[in-house]
């Protein structure tokens, strides 16, 4: 596709039920990040992909998140146990190559935790 | 947690008036990056400084860079009801690759 893409858009979820996010990145794209954003703040950083392996995990908050990218291109990220704090907005973000700089967001997914 | 600071958090500007946000870092920098995010959208690429003291230009946006690579900033001049939003910058440390954001400056204009 010509942009990142996210899926969904929009989830709503009961605490304590599992949940994927998936991203499809630009192709090409071989760096691919994950961010959460919360109401009021900037970008949080959860995880690094560099091809397929995980370069930077050093922002999941805890072992409830895990996400994989397989084949080095579309990723997932994954919520066990979900909790009312995981309420945001998940961006995902490739970029050509880790020195490239510039990211390209996607539309997010805005997960809802009841 | 986030190791870049902007100020201010917000920002209400007359239509036509300049402003200047502001982004400090306790760390030196390899290199910044803004971006801008509309209201419901996302962060969408500004600019990227690399150099120490660099200063770049888009139009009516001015952004430099601090000559020890640890603070930024960003001025527009004659504010139009295009530039409401809020602006980011987000800075690599050296040895990373991990863009870290700072909270942000939301951005309001007055017709």
């Known amino acids: 596709g010509a942009g990142v893409s996210q899926t969904p858009s929009n989830k709503v979820t009961e605490k304590g039920k599992y949940v994927e996010l998936r991203c499809d990145p630009i192709s090409g794209h071989t760096a691919l990040y994950w961010y959460r954003q919360s109401l009021g703040q900037g970008p949080e950083f959860l995880i690094y992909?560099?091809?397929?392996?995980?370069?930077?995990d050093s922002g999941l908050p805890n072992d409830r998140f895990f996400a994989v990218r397989p084949e080095g291109s579309v990723s997932t990220l994954k919520i066990q146990r979900t909790e009312r704090g995981d309420s945001a907005v998940y961006l995902c973000?490739?970029?050509?190559?880790?020195?490239?700089?510039?990211?390209?967001f996607g539309e997010g997914s805005r997960l809802t935790v009841l | 947690g986030q190791q870049v600071m902007q100020i201010p958090q917000y920002q209400h500007v007359q239509e036509g008036e300049d402003f200047t946000t502001y982004c400090n870092s306790s760390?030196?920098?390899?290199?910044i990056q803004w971006y801008k995010q509309r209201p419901g959208g996302h962060p969408v690429f500004l600019i990227q400084l690399v150099k120490s003291g660099e200063v770049k230009k888009q139009k009516r946006l001015t952004f430099q860079f601090g000559e020890a690579k640890k603070n930024s900033s960003l001025h527009i001049t004659a504010t139009q009801t295009t530039d409401v939003g809020t602006y980011f910058c987000a800075g690599v440390r050296s040895n990373d690759y991990k863009l870290s954001f700072g909270a942000g400056t939301t951005v309001t204009v007055r017709a």
């Open positions: 992909f560099q091809g397929t392996g995980a370069a930077d």
């Open positions: 973000a490739s970029s050509f190559d880790k020195l490239a700089g510039e990211l390209f």
């Open positions: 760390t030196t920098l390899s290199n």
